[in-house]
């Protein structure tokens, strides 16, 4: 089974902190996904990336960079971290056949 | 990507079966139709995806209408552990490198009741 896992589930941060989440995926996939959900609003694609060190930006970028050393690893990065930022981060990982993508189980983010 | 449309909530009697609507009436000839659900603090999972025939795996059956404007995912004899959020997703949109862009709506809620 495919497995894409995130390094926490719930993270509490304070406002202005810069805050890392790691997504690993174990599939060899090209494909990694950020999203995050919020109520009322569905999920959003924040960034993606279809290969070692090349980023596309997703529908809202802003306040957010992403980071692809090595094929398995996807970094979702907040510079400075805002009040804003709280939500549920999601990653997924989809391989050459583009029909199903592979969601981790999210990380709840509160920037206080 | 076309826009898809589907009902907040429904209900639905365990062992019975579930069938979710979703209209997507400005689809183009190329936009695929996709189901994900999503159980409470999980991620997304994909159930099903269709062009332009029913399709139907260990999951779930897709049908879509003739002129693929509005589609019916059935879960054929629901269980408690079907309770979740069902996202109908249209889309032709080919990311760079392959792998196809996905927008989640807001979905149906579905709840599987005793």
């Known amino acids: 089974d495919v497995k894409v896992t995130q390094s926490s589930r719930y993270l509490v941060k304070r406002t202005g902190e810069k805050v890392f989440l790691e997504c690993v995926q174990d599939?060899?996939?090209?494909?990694m996904f950020w999203y995050r959900q919020d109520p009322g609003l569905g999920l959003r694609l924040i960034y993606f990336s279809y290969d070692v060190k090349m980023k596309e930006k997703g529908d809202i970028p802003e306040g957010y960079s992403v980071s692809r050393e090595k094929k398995e690893r996807f970094s979702l990065i907040l510079e400075s971290a805002s009040t804003n930022q709280t939500s549920m981060y999601l990653c997924?990982?989809?391989?050459?056949?583009?029909?199903?993508?592979?969601f981790g189980p999210g990380t709840r983010l509160t920037v206080t | 990507d076309a826009k898809t449309t589907q009902p907040t909530s429904m209900d639905c009697a365990e062992g019975r079966a579930a069938n979710l609507p979703c209209n997507h009436s400005?689809?183009?000839?190329?936009?695929?139709v996709y189901w994900y659900r999503q159980i409470h603090s999980q991620g997304p999972q994909y159930i099903i995806h269709?062009?332009?025939n029913n399709e139907t795996n260990e999951m779930a059956s897709l049908i879509i209408t003739e002129d693929r404007k509005s589609s019916t995912l059935i879960l054929p004899h629901a269980t408690l552990r079907d309770t979740a959020v069902y996202y109908c997703i249209v889309t032709e949109g080919i990311l760079t490198g392959g792998g196809n862009k996905l927008t989640f709506g807001t979905g149906t809620q579905l709840k599987v009741e005793l």
């Open positions: 400005t689809i183009s000839g190329n936009e695929y």
């Open positions: 599939m060899d996939h090209e494909n």
């Open positions: 269709g062009l332009k």
């Open positions: 997924a990982s989809i391989g050459q056949g583009p029909y199903e993508q592979y």
